[in-house]
Each structure stands twice: as structure tokens, then as C-alpha cells.
């Protein structure tokens, strides 16, 4: 029978699902979790998207940023967002895996020199079309946002790939990241980001990958004396909304959000390198590991053992999408 609980059980869940819950004071309530420390370029990201919504909008919308996974990790961020419990999130590219094979180029190893390459192919139509990607499955993609390029860190060190033969590393949710980690004779574990550090120092994994700017912040340079600055890969985030939910907020202040978003994006992005050169140096001046320095050829053998990843997931990522990364390209 149709009871009255029912009734407001199902109110709750549209209510949920719609997503407009708002605070005491009637304004428009934005949620924006993540696992990153506040200092880091999406922790300072998202701090400033708080502070610019308060400053603009603060009589009808507040944001509330929970940053180092205070209220949840990143896949429960991924699925609370087509619930309407978080309304913002930002995982890096690479989390997108199982909804998407496209977003793999961003992790084929080796592809992007820099950052500025990433910057071209992301602001190039291909790379503008990708933001899109997802908002058939509840995911409207509205910025991408840089950390920066991954090194490798382990417990002894990592000249070559073959130095590497054997270690269990810890890499995100991604089937590139895992081609990339057998490429090099090596082990992948994934694993979630708030796990890294433990596992780091109860040996449950010998290394991993990850930005300096993670690497200073999640203390993982206590726990792992060797860093090689590979530069191998690239670390970067898509922030992402409920296009429905996106679609019904009023269009004044959803202009407005896009336009303090932009801002912000110009400023993540041109302060994230200086942010993870400012950690590196931090790491370095801590005293308890090493960064190597890998040579000409050094890298020259990195690349060519992990070349194979490309021919492996470039059918899957599309001739399309190559052809506007820096390997397709002929300018
Ligand atoms: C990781 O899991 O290593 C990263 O995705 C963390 C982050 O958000 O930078």
C-alpha cells in the first residue's frame, strides 16, 4: 500500500535527485568534495571558487569545499554526484576510466612533454568536445584543471625501467596507467589516494606515481627515499557537474558560475607549476629522499619501454583524439 511514509520517502529521494537543497537561509547549497590537500593546485582551486562564490554571490549560493577526503573519496564522489549529495567534484582524468575510454590519452605515458602541450590538446576543438564526453552518463565536464607531470617514487633508485623490474606500485583506477607499470616489468596495484601513505610504510606496495605538489602533502617522501624526475606522465583534473541539476539552477547565477569557474581555471592553471616546483624544492630541503635526475638516454629508455602502451590503447582512444595530441600533430 501507498503509504504516507512512502510518499515522503520518495519526496527525499526527488528531492535528492533534483538536487536543490539549499541552507537555512534559502540559498543554493554547493558541495564540492576532494582528496587532495588544501595547499595543492585543486585544493587551492577549490578554496578560491568558495571564496569568489561568497564574495559575488554569497546572498543566494555558498559553497562548501571538504578537501583531503574529509567527506568521502573520489569514487563515491563519482556516483554521489548523479545522487545530487555532492554537487561539484573534480577527479583527475585518469578515475573517469570505467565511463570512458577517450579520457585514456591524457594518461598514455610520455605523450605530453608538458604542460603545455596538455594546455594545447585540452583547448584544441577535440580537447573542448571531451568536456562533453560524459553528460550523456551525468557528468557535464566544465574546466579541466592542471596538477602537473608525474614522477616515480621508490624505496631503492630508478635510473632505468629495468631498476624498476619486480616493485609493486600503486596507480590510480586506469587500464593505461596498468600497461604502463607492466611495460616496465613492475606490479600495479589500484589503489585509492587516502591509502598510499600506509601502504608506503607497511610495505603493502613499494612505490608509486604521483605529482610533487601530492607528493610533498601526503608526506609520502617520509616514507620512500628514491624519486625519479621522469616527467613521464600527466596529472590533471576535470571538473564536473549534474548536467540536469547544472541545467536548473537559474540562469543568472549559473552564468555567473561559469564565469568565476574560467576565472579560476586561468589561475589553477598558471599557478600549478610553480605550486609543484615550490613542493619539489620542499621534498628536497626535508632531506629524506633523493631526486634522480635521469639522463638523455636514461629517458630515452623509459620512453621506449613504455612506447608499446600507445599501440595498445590508440584504437580504443579514437584516431580522432590521436591525431590532435602532440603524436598526431604536425605543426
Ligand atoms: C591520485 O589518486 O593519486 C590523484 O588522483 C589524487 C589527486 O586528486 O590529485
Given at each position: ?10 519526496l527525499?529521494?526527488?528531492w ?18 576532494h ?5 595543492t ?9 568558495r ?33 545530487g549529495?555532492v ?9 573517469f576510466?570505467?565511463?570512458t ?15 603545455e ?7 584544441s ?10 553528460s ?60 598510499v601513505?600506509?601502504a ?10 604521483n605529482?610533487?605538489?601530492n ?35 537559474p ?17 589553477v ?5 610553480t ?13 629524506k ?5 635521469p639522463?638523455?638516454e ?11 602502451v600507445?599501440?595498445a ?12 595530441t ?5 605543426d
Amino acid at each position: 500500500m501507498f503509504s504516507f511514509r512512502h510518499a515522503l520517502t520518495l519526496l527525499t529521494l526527488v528531492w535528492l535527485l533534483a538536487g536543490c537543497g539549499g541552507d537555512g537561509d534559502g540559498r543554493i547549497v554547493l558541495k564540492f568534495p576532494h582528496v587532495v590537500a588544501p595547499g595543492t593546485p585543486k585544493g587551492q582551486g577549490a578554496e578560491r571558487l568558495r571564496a569568489l562564490i561568497e564574495e559575488r554571490l554569497g546572498d543566494r549560493v555558498v559553497m562548501e569545499v571538504y578537501p583531503s577526503g574529509q567527506l568521502m573519496n573520489e569514487d563515491d564522489a563519482i556516483e554521489m554526484l548523479a545522487f545530487g549529495e555532492v554537487q561539484m567534484i573534480a577527479p583527475s582524468l585518469s578515475k573517469f576510466d570505467r565511463l570512458t575510454r577517450k579520457f585514456q590519452v591524457f594518461d598514455l605515458p610520455f605523450l605530453f612533454a608538458d604542460l603545455e602541450e596538455v594546455e594545447t590538446f585540452q583547448q584544441s576543438p577535440v580537447g573542448q568536445e571531451l568536456l562533453g564526453e560524459l553528460s550523456h552518463k551525468g557528468f557535464l565536464g566544465v574546466a579541466y584543471w592542471h596538477n602537473g607531470m608525474k614522477q616515480f617514487g621508490g624505496p631503492r633508485p630508478m635510473r632505468r625501467p629495468e631498476d624498476a623490474a619486480g616493485m609493486k606500485f600503486r596507480i590510480m583506477e586506469s587500464d593505461v596507467l596498468e600497461a604502463q607499470i607492466l611495460a616496465m616489468g613492475a606490479n600495479p596495484q589500484k589503489m585509492a589516494f587516502s591509502e598510499v601513505y600506509q601502504a608506503l610504510q607497511t610495505g603493502a606496495i613499494d612505490a608509486q606515481e604521483n605529482t610533487w605538489s601530492n607528493n610533498y602533502s601526503q608526506k609520502f617522501f617520509e616514507v620512500q627515499p628514491f624519486y625519479t624526475e621522469s616527467n613521464h606522465g600527466y596529472l590533471g583534473y576535470l571538473v564536473v557537474v549534474n548536467p540536469g541539476y547544472w541545467k536548473r539552477l537559474p540562469e543568472d547565477i549559473r552564468e555567473a558560475l561559469e564565469a568565476i569557474i574560467a576565472e579560476v581555471t586561468a589561475e589553477v592553471n598558471a599557478n600549478s607549476t610553480t605550486l609543484n616546483a615550490q613542493d619539489r624544492a620542499r621534498i628536497l630541503a626535508a632531506g629524506k629522499s633523493q631526486i634522480i635526475q635521469p639522463s638523455v638516454e636514461d629517458l630515452a629508455a623509459w620512453r621506449a619501454a613504455m612506447r608499446p602502451v600507445w599501440e595498445a590503447f590508440a584504437g580504443e582512444i579514437g584516431p580522432e583524439i590521436m591525431a590532435a595530441t602532440p603524436a598526431g600533430r604536425s605543426d
